[in-house]
């Protein structure tokens, strides 16, 4: 007995008492929640913590003599069993100092305590005191015989453990960032603090359980319900399959407290082994960055709101062309900003009235200019038809936004909401087959006045109109306002300059003795300004006939004037008898007169009783002569510069027109392209011209349709002369 003493004075408290017993089971020493059951029989594999600590078992019996010795004792004390079993473990293991403390820590055990733990000085075999620490206690056996069983460890070592242990509890439970650990079988294990304020779920709904799994009594309690499990746990085993980690992997979804709000998160998941490296689960780290993503989402949404205006500003107002401007700001706010679309327009401001006047009495009469839809959808069909006029009463929503000029945003559409949608029944019936949940208008404001209204609806987009909606739909629709507003004024512009046009060409110019003549005049594209082309045909005394062709440089209302002067001035001067040299000096002068203005023309005159026609031009293209069995000719011609310029004399030339000879005289509208030279375009001229003689009438319609382009930025004049046979 004077053998078995493994204690210290020096120990305290702190060392360990019979008092302190074992944390409770199923909580951390640091108070963060696990759960695993182990399988009963579930062999454990070597390299396990207890394994790491070297736990060692001595057993002695009642006179204090070693009887049972483990293979941990022999490594932790160097004496291997059959140098240790049978002697007094004090002599054995204690320094002569220690045993006196040793025997009656010793007899406490055996006779009155039963048990004591604590750390003690041990003598090693090689000679060195290594530090212990025992948990002592006592033992009977059946046949009444009292024996005392130390399990012993190294303090080093059960120190460093313990350190590892309370730190890594310490973070976990400290740590902002969730951590989870779980099983194999991807059950929770082991839940901190940070983790349950993450997922709104307390710790003891984590435990034992998935991500996805119903809860107690069959009631749905899974730990996120909101949350694609499926795929959480598919990249979990993937890690637990390969040991590669998944590091911060972006993730959206909704939390059981929060079901309305997404949250985001950053995922890690981390492969747990063992000390013999077994597969033992998953650690799962989530950084919440639900704010930082609502940020982004908020800053895209910001830009992309910045895209489509810029955007907006270039595919917005590309002509001048009312119809083109409304399909143009159509396509931009569909798929982005709404499912279907459409632009309607005060039906006054086409007429010439005043904006204002379309909204008396409340009704408002719209004129639909431009539908468009992402997706074939039952809904086009309620909308009014490209050009149709509809009288919408105050009731509608879209004439109350067109009365009062402000947006009018039904985020939830309800049944009743419909009729004051539609224009009619049937109208809105097509509205709720076509599935319509949110419905936005905002007016369409130029310069002060309202010109109509952006009519914009979700079906298939899930998210309803909101104010940010409100906001980015008004900014497009103030930019397509005021390219609408120039359209209308444009066009209302274009109309008085093709009315004063046409007014001053030649409204039924009389037969000419010895000629036929045929003539044509096409105004410029819907997207461009009429001209000053013009051409005509004066009777002269002596039964001669001048041909005129003239083209004034510039477009609108101030070229069709000018062009109206210079007609009026070359009639004049043509019926004084005057050969075209002089009447296109006289013109020049008269043009320098008008200010700013310039033109090209050619004057020719012919005689039926000579057949001789003199012909002078002032900068225009050379006219084309006609003959039976020859190629068509451009008449070579001393071509001065145009009127307007001066200080240039003009030049007479004079050519004989047999019998069924032609000239085509024609300005620069028909000939002229981007893509093309003059010369290429002008030896296509005469090569429609080559062939069978046609009907004047003919040929004009043949170069009208062969040459004229429909986006061409010039009018075109044409006249085709051909002497009687």
Not at 77 to 102: M, S, T, W
Not at 416 to 437: F, N, S, T, V, Y
Request: proline residues 6%; negative net charge; glycine residues 8%.
């Amino acid at each position: 007995m004077a053998d078995a003493r493994p204690a210290s004075p020096a120990d305290g408290p702190g060392a360990g008492s019979p008092e302190t017993g074992p944390p409770a089971s199923g909580s951390s020493p640091t108070g963060s929640s696990a759960a695993g059951p182990a399988a009963a029989g579930t062999p454990a594999a070597a390299g396990g913590l207890l394994d790491v600590l070297g736990v060692a078992a001595v057993v002695l019996d009642a006179e204090g003599r070693i009887r049972l010795w483990s293979p941990q004792a022999a490594a932790l004390f160097g004496y291997p069993a059959e140098e240790a079993l049978g002697r007094y473990a004090a002599k054995l293991l204690v320094e002569e100092a220690h045993q006196e403390r040793v025997l009656s820590l010793f007899e406490r055990v055996m006779k009155r305590d039963g048990a004591w733990a604590g750390t003690f000085p041990v003598r090693h075999r090689d000679g060195r005191t290594v530090l212990v620490e025992f948990r002592n206690m006592r033992l009977q056996a059946d046949n009444g015989r009292l024996f005392a069983l130390g399990l012993a460890s190294e303090q080093a070592t059960l120190r460093r453990v313990e350190r590892d242990l309370a730190l890594s509890m310490r973070l976990v439970d400290q740590s902002p960032i969730g951590l989870a650990v779980l099983d194999t079988e991807l059950r929770y294990v082991l839940v901190n603090p940070a983790l349950e304020r993450i997922n709104g779920v307390p710790a003891d709904r984590h435990l034992g359980r998935r991500l996805g799994q119903v809860g107690r009594a069959g009631r749905t309690g899974e730990v996120l319900p909101l949350l694609e499990s499926a795929a959480v746990e598919a990249r979990m085993r993937q890690v637990m399959a390969t040991g590669v980690p998944m590091l911060d992997e972006f993730t959206t979804g909704r939390v059981a407290s929060d079901p309305d709000g997404e949250r985001a998160w950053l995922l890690s998941v981390y492969r747990l082994d063992d000390q013999s490296s077994r597969v033992i689960g998953v650690a799962v780290s989530v950084v919440d960055v639900t704010e930082q993503h609502r940020t982004a989402v908020s800053a895209a949404h910001a830009r992309r709101r910045l895209s489509l205006i810029a955007d907006a500003s270039v595919r917005i107002g590309t002509t001048l062309d009312l119809d083109i401007t409304a399909r143009e700001l159509a396509d931009v706010v569909v798929p982005e900003v709404a499912d279907i679309a459409a632009v309607d327009v005060l039906d006054v401001i086409l007429t010439g009235a005043r904006p204002g006047d379309g909204t008396a009495g409340g009704a408002v009469r719209f004129r639909a200019l431009a539908v468009k839809s992402a997706y074939r959808t039952q809904a086009e069909e309620a909308a009014d038809p490209v050009g149709d006029v509809a009288l919408y009463g105050p009731t509608r929503l879209v004439a109350r936004c067109a009365r009062t000029g402000r947006p009018v945003l039904v985020p939830h559409v309800l049944a009743e909401d419909l009729p004051r949608i539609a224009r009619d029944q049937d109208a809105a019936r097509l509205l709720a087959e076509a599935g319509l949940h949110s419905y936005l208008a905002v007016p369409l404001i130029a310069r002060g006045q309202v010109l109509g209204a952006l009519d914009l609806k979700r079906a298939r987009n899930p998210v309803p109109f909101g104010p940010d909606d409100v906001l980015l739909a008004s900014e497009l629709a103030a930019h397509a306002a005021v390219s609408i507003d120039n359209a209308r004024w444009f066009q209302r512009q274009r109309h008085a300059a093709l009315a004063l046009q046409r007014h001053l060409l030649p409204q039924d110019p009389h037969p000419a003795p010895g000629l036929d003549f045929a003539y044509r005049y096409q105004p410029a594209g819907a997207a461009d300004e009429t001209g000053g082309d013009w051409f005509d045909v004066i009777p002269l005394t002596g039964d001669r006939t001048a041909l005129v062709v003239g083209d004034v440089m510039g477009s609108g209302i101030n070229a069709a004037a000018t062009m109206g002067q210079l007609r009026a001035t070359a009639r004049a001067l043509g019926r004084l008898g005057l050969d075209p040299a002089t009447v296109l000096t006289h013109l020049d002068a008269a043009t320098a007169d008008l200010g700013e203005a310039m033109a090209t023309c050619v004057y020719a005159v012919y005689d039926p009783h000579t057949r001789l026609c003199h012909i002078s031009t002032a900068g225009h293209l050379p006219p084309v002569h006609l003959r039976a069995g020859r190629h068509p000719r451009l008449l070579r011609l001393t071509t001065a510069v145009p009127l307007g310029v001066g200080g240039i004399p003009f030049i007479t030339t004079s050519l004989t027109l047999a019998p069924g000879d032609a000239l085509v005289l024609y300005t620069d509208g028909l000939v002229e392209t981007r893509d093309q030279d003059i010369d290429t375009r002008l030896l296509t001229l005469t090569d429609l011209l080559a062939g069978p003689t046609r009907p004047i009438e003919e040929t004009c319609d043949l170069l009208l349709s062969a040459l004229r382009r429909p986006d061409t930025h010039d009018d075109v004049a044409l006249l085709i002369a051909r002497t009687h046979a």
